[in-house]
């Protein structure tokens, strides 16, 4: 090898290259190593495993990777297998993994259920439609309304949510009346007691005679709850005879039965009214009203200036001639008018008839005041809680009012004076008309330092509208009652019509239906083979 070298560097091709720098040489030898590795590497890529399609016929679970060709999508576990060394062994490798074999034992199960599930759906279909024509069979077996199956649906799935539930449940006749009776109808009274004995309440009465000739005495309440009016059922009671004396001993037995204190909180009695405003309470308004239709009649017929006069007046009603409009001026319509025009009428027969007409007015008149005072000052002070006399400031005190209604007052009376006061100049915007129970509710619900602002006030307004103004209330009771007692029920006893009623009444205290009906712990607790040694 010496050699070699001395004979190259005597060739002088050799000996000019070699007067080159070494560094170049050199790094010509140091570089081949490394281009040899690029070399071997790029060979390698070259024979990388790319994905085949055919691979899916074996592999269900198999698709295209979305990292490229060399990978492999598992639909399985969701994720991409490298093939790109191993190939096809790859994918087995894979198989053979803990997790793809239980995610695969999962996929199995759900493939299993979503091909029995549409037996499973079609029997149920087939159930629904029978339960549907079996609920009509029902109605029409025992004549049933047709309205009770806008709630019959619901009801059932509120109370059988579970169907073991449904196999438990008996109910037979005897326990069913025995529930109203003594469950539900002793809940209601129960609640009702507390109530009246809390608040201010007005009586309302009525007696009428059922389909099988009973005659029965119904008596609803007429009471306030959360600052809103309620008339409420409180008895039916079997009575004897209608006159005074029996109806009176009939009340006082189902008070004192029921221990209502009665003398300290009955405000107001009410017997055979006339069925006018319902609902709302609109007693401050039954004066203004009263006068209206006076006035109307007395324009038909009577000189105006005379009208100002017998409105102002506090004595009786009287009509002297002279106060009389003539009888060509009494007006008595349009049509009247027009028919006495335009047909030939002998003028004795016309004044005759216009007399008579005079006189049906008057009469009309009579009548009225004998049934309403308009003198009262008690409904003329009435128009003090008015919302919209409040609003305005109309009337600076209370005090007139007060004077009329002793009863509800204790020695309270300067702090409701003021507080009224207080209140014409806390609500000075007059936002929008509202009703007049809502109006006070809304007072009732302002606060000053966390407390009730008016609360003396609001509870004598309150107890003011539980006045009593007409038995329309009592009259939709009985007719309840003879939708329950007909010619097919007309055995069914006075208690376990006066159980239904109450448990209608609970449904009217909770604001609810029998498809969203609360039974609270006591009603549970009364509900056990006691209910069955209660006297009726």
């Not at 059922?210 to 005495?217: A, G, M, N």
């Amino acid at each position: 090898m010496k050699r070699f070298f001395e004979v190259v560097s005597k060739d002088p091709q050799w000996a000019s290259s070699s007067s080159e720098p070494d560094s170049e040489s050199t790094e010509g030898i140091n570089e081949s190593p490394e281009k040899d590795k690029e070399c071997e590497k790029s060979k390698k890529q070259k024979y990388e495993q790319k994905y085949v399609k055919y691979w899916e016929s074996e592999f269900k679970w198999l698709s295209e990777g979305t990292k490229g060709c060399h990978y492999a999508f598992c639909k399985v576990c969701s994720v991409d297998v490298y093939i790109g060394k191993m190939g096809k062994s790859a994918i087995k490798s894979h198989a053979n993994t803990q997790i793809h074999t239980k995610n695969a034992g999962t996929i199995s199960l759900n493939l299993v259920q979503q091909n029995i599930e549409p037996l499973f759906s079609s029997a149920s279909k087939t159930a629904v439609i029978d339960a549907e024509i079996m609920m009509a069979v029902f109605v029409a077996e025992h004549n049933l309304a047709f309205q009770i199956m806008g709630h019959l649906p619901q009801f059932v799935n509120k109370i059988t949510p579970d169907l073991n539930i449904a196999k438990k449940v008996k109910c037979s006749r005897t326990k069913m009346v025995n529930i109203l009776r003594n469950v539900l109808g002793i809940s209601y009274i129960e609640e009702i007691v507390d109530l009246l004995n809390a608040n201010k309440f007005s009586l309302i009465i009525d007696e009428s005679t059922d389909i099988s000739l009973v005659k029965t005495l119904c008596l609803v309440v007429r009471v306030c709850k959360n600052f809103k009016v309620h008339d409420l059922f409180f008895d039916l009671i079997e009575v004897e005879s209608a006159d005074a004396s029996s109806l009176f001993s009939a009340v006082i037995n189902s008070f004192t039965k029921n221990n209502i204190m009665y003398k300290q909180n009955m405000v107001g009695f009410a017997a055979d009214g006339a069925n006018v405003m319902m609902e709302s309470s609109q007693i401050h308004k039954l004066h203004s009203s009263v006068k209206e239709i006076v006035v109307t009649l007395l324009e038909c017929f009577v000189r105006k200036d005379y009208i100002t006069m017998f409105l102002d007046s506090t004595s009786e009603f009287n009509l002297p001639p002279e106060c009389l409009l003539d009888l060509e001026s009494i007006y008595l319509g349009i049509k009247v008018e027009c028919f006495l025009i335009t047909n030939e009428i002998n003028v004795i027969e016309i004044d005759t008839f216009k007399n008579k007409c005079r006189n049906f007015y008057i009469e009309a008149i009579l009548q009225i005041l004998k049934r309403f005072d308009l003198n009262n000052s008690f409904f003329r002070n009435l128009f003090i809680i008015a919302p919209d006399n409040v609003y305005a400031c109309t009337y600076k005190s209370i005090a007139p009012l007060l004077q009329q209604v002793p009863r509800l007052l204790a020695d309270n009376i300067q702090e409701i004076d003021s507080e009224y006061r207080t209140l014409i100049n806390f609500v000075k915007d007059k936002e929008q008309i509202l009703d007049i129970e809502e109006f006070w509710r809304m007072v009732a619900r302002i606060e000053i330092g966390n407390e009730q602002a008016f609360p003396n006030l609001v509870k004598l307004v309150f107890a003011i509208l539980s006045f009593p103004h007409s038995s329309a209330n009592v009259e939709r009771v009985f007719s309840q009652l003879n939708l329950m007692k007909t010619k097919i029920r007309n055995r069914l006893e006075n208690a376990t019509i006066k159980a239904c009623l109450q448990t209608k009444g609970l449904l009217k205290l909770q604001n609810s239906d029998c498809t969203n009906f609360k039974v609270t712990t006591e009603m549970r607790k009364k509900c056990n083979k006691a209910m069955y040694d209660i006297p009726k």
